[in-house]
């Protein structure tokens, strides 16, 4: 019901922008998190968005650089990503639950992942 896209290798300083698009229900009142897991590491937050007007959550690694956004009318919520890093290299996946955002990743949906890889 989750569908992640957009990933791909970019130069570090690049950009990339991802999208995760909801199909098969409408998710009102479902907030949208990104979360990645690099290999190795734990899977950790990255940013997460209301479904309605409502602050946005972001890690302090990529604060300033991402931005979450939506876009209702089309059941999708895009991951702008600016002056990546190498360390931003990882599996980039979106999840949805009711309610409010959580930096925890209990979120009821997930998406399959998309590889983001940034070279140095």
């Known amino acids: 019901q989750l569908q992640a896209s957009g990933g791909g290798l970019v130069q570090a300083g690049g950009s990339l922008r991802l999208s995760c698009a909801a199909t098969?229900?409408?998710?009102?009142?479902?907030?949208v998190g990104w979360f990645r897991q690099s290999p190795g590491k734990e899977r950790e937050f990255v940013a997460a968005i209301t479904w309605s007007d409502g602050p946005s959550q972001y890690a302090d690694s990529v604060k300033g650089r991402f931005t979450i956004s939506r876009f209702n009318a089309k059941n999708t919520v895009y991951l702008q990503m600016n002056s990546l890093k190498t360390e931003d290299t990882a599996v980039y996946y979106c999840?949805?639950?009711?309610?409010?955002?959580?930096?925890?990743?209990?979120?009821?949906?997930w998406g399959q992942g998309t590889l983001v890889t940034v070279s140095s």
């Open positions: 999840a949805a639950k009711p309610g409010v955002p959580s930096i925890v990743d209990n979120y009821d949906y």
């Open positions: 098969g229900r409408i998710f009102s009142n479902y907030a």
